[in-house]
T-cell receptor, first 112, second 113 residues
Framework: NAGVTQTPKFQVLKTGQSMTLQCAQDMNHNSMYWYRQDPGMGLRLIYYSASEGTTDKGEVPNGYNVSRLNKREFSLRLESAAPSQTSVYFCASRPGPTYEQYFGPGTRLTVT | GQQLNQSPQSMFIQEGEDVSMNCTSS?????WLWYKQEPGEGPVLLIALYKAGELTSNGRLTAQFGITRKDSFLNISASIPSDVGIYFCAGQDYGGSQGNLIFGKGTKLSVKP
């Protein structure tokens, strides 16, 4: 099992450009999450999907959209990137009955 | 929103020393998790705790779910250089969205050989 995979690993965007961060899990988990990690801020929840077909806003959803494409895949889209979105983005998944979340390796995004 | 107070923020220790860190919350939690993150990697789950008073070990790591349900502790015994990283606590509170975790800001551990 690969666990949680994320692509790309690194990305540089110019202000105003758009891009989609991809996440996939092969553990048959029901719930999936997108976080951003900034120095001194810890992990902050952007969006989550409790199950296939549902998505909900987290703590910092502004400027982002998500798609739960199927049970395996959960993508995060930046429609018009801003320098404030420079961060490391992590995807995570969770099996149904427990609260343990399993993280991917991250995407390091720089917006200039 | 709800935040966890994790301390200390950083630690510089000698190889072989024991390490202690903790997290506290203003509300009652029903789950405590401890993660380790190494540079350039995602957080990796170390220990999960589900019952007040529970004490769980994973090799040289031991974590406890506080009796008050508002705190948790992580101890590392006989530290080694590969223990270097950032340790995060995370919890699920009774009033929060089902399954959504709240994260501490991390304890950065440095080990001098």
């Amino acid at each position: 099992n690969a666990g949680v995979t994320q692509t790309p690993k690194f990305q540089v965007l110019k202000t105003g450009q758009s891009m989609t961060l991809q996440c996939a899990q092969d553990m048959n988990h029901n719930s999936m999450y997108w976080y951003r990690q900034d120095p001194g801020m810890g992990l902050r929840l952007i969006y989550y999907s409790a199950s296939e077909g549902t998505t909900d806003k987290g703590e910092v959803p502004n400027g982002y959209n998500v798609s739960r494409l199927n049970k395996r895949e959960f993508s995060l889209r930046l429609e018009s990137a801003a320098p404030s979105q420079t961060s490391v983005y992590f995807c995570a998944s969770r099996p149904g009955p427990t609260y343990e979340q399993y993280f991917g390796p991250g995407t390091r995004l720089t917006v200039t | 929103g709800q935040q966890l107070n994790q301390s200390p923020q950083s630690m510089f220790i000698q190889e072989g020393e024991d390490v202690s860190m903790n997290c506290t919350s203003s509300s009652i939690f029903n789950t405590w998790l401890w993660y380790k993150q190494e540079p350039g990697e995602g957080p990796v789950l170390l220990i999960a705790l589900y019952k007040a008073g529970e004490l769980t070990s994973n090799g040289r790591l031991t974590a406890q779910f506080g009796i008050t349900r508002k705190d948790s502790f992580l101890n590392i015994s006989a530290s080694i250089p590969s223990d270097v990283g950032i340790y995060f606590c995370a919890g699920q509170d009774y009033g929060g969205s089902q399954g959504n975790l709240i994260f501490g800001k991390g304890t950065k551990l440095s080990v001098k050989p």
